[in-house]
């Protein structure tokens, strides 16, 4: 067996995960809700779950956990008085659109608000430590009681950016662990330093270790989280003594004609709209374009780019879907070799020109897309409205035989005239 290598983005160096069986704990940043979700932020979802399958083929006891943020100043900006009852809509949208790519469920999806007690005991001890304080019930990290502080996003200590700017905090870089309760903020805990809620990053360091452990294999997010959020999270946790995390995976930004996608700047498409539009295939073909670490183009062109090679692993599967098998360890190789979801994707296409169709369908359910090598009949209206067209194709009526054809499209099917007849294939 190959051993598993990924591409840790704190070292800057490829990382081997330990042999099957050995555990693989996993922890993706999941989503602040107070929308849908746009398809940028279904990518570290998708590698998540992507990776998740093929490590389990591979024999590994894999767990993963992917939070929801749900408590958080965006949250109160966006329903002011009201962001309990947007955030619990906004997680229900999160998991229902989610759900339309077909990949399944992490294993643990905590909330942040669940986990409050918990965030209060670990600020408590950096407190307790000297590695916090509290100012008018607002309680603060203490960034210079943290030597390696910026080593994961390749900053100098002495010259990290200001964060949240605030004259109390004892250094500019200090960043908050608890926040007290302001007006117009519905939701409050309480907590030994007043009435408040937790911070960002404590959250997520907390989340991950209730359900990981004080060190686990693998931390995944997407290339923003880098700073502050990431950095913030390994300087508290390792401030508590905990390892943490081995590998950082930060999956690169998905942009539109060159600009990252971002709800602060507009430019989003939400992931329903992507997959009511155009499919949840063509979805995930398109997210498999690019390797994890590089950033990718959303725009039509590049999704009817992936949209016609979905239509082209539906077409070698019109006959009888036999086929042969090609050499496994040749998707293996790419793939355990940092994940490289472009080149594993090329393997496919080659064993497909080849006709190695049953390695080619086994290598597409990796990445839960088996349904492009499922034979799907045509509804009986359809099969009918092809029927008429060929007919009036005979009888050389072309206008009508056109109409049909639109007809038939606008239903999600193409019909083609082979030798002999028709072919209907979803669209």
Known sequence: MIAMRLYNTLTRRIDELPPPPGPIRMYFCGPTVYQRI????????ALSMWLRRWLRGRG????????????NDRIYEAAPGASAELAARAAQWYREDTDLLGLGRPDVEPLATES?????????????RGLAYEVDGDVYFRVARAPAYGELSRQRPDQ????????????????????????????????????????????CSVMAERHLGPVFEIHGGGLDLVFPHHENELAQSRALGH???RIWMHNGMLRTVGEKMSKSVGNIVTLREAVERWGRETVLLFLLTAHWRSPI?????????????????RDAFLGDGAGGEADWKELVRVLEDDFNTAEALAVLHRWRAAGALGSVRRGLEVFGLGSLADRIEAPADVADLAARRAEARAAGDYSESDRLRDEIAALGWEVRDVAGGFQLVPR
């Open 38 to 45: 746009h398809v940028g932020n279904a990518r570290p979802f």
């Open 60 to 71: 590994y006891d894999v767990k993963l956990v992917e939070n929801v943020t749900d408590v």
């Open 116 to 128: 409050v007690p918990a965030i209060v005991a670990a600020i408590e001890e950096l407190v307790g």
């Open 160 to 203: 990290v950016e200001e964060q949240e700017p605030n004259p109390r905090k004892e250094d500019p870089r200090d960043f908050a662990l608890w926040k007290a309760n302001k007006p117009g903020e519905d939701t409050a805990w309480d907590s030994p330093w007043g009435r408040g809620r937790p911070g960002w990053h404590i959250e």
């Open 243 to 245: 390892e943490f995390a």
């Open 297 to 313: 183009d959303l725009s039509d062109e590049t999704l009817e780019a992936a949209r016609a090679q979905a239509q082209t692993f």
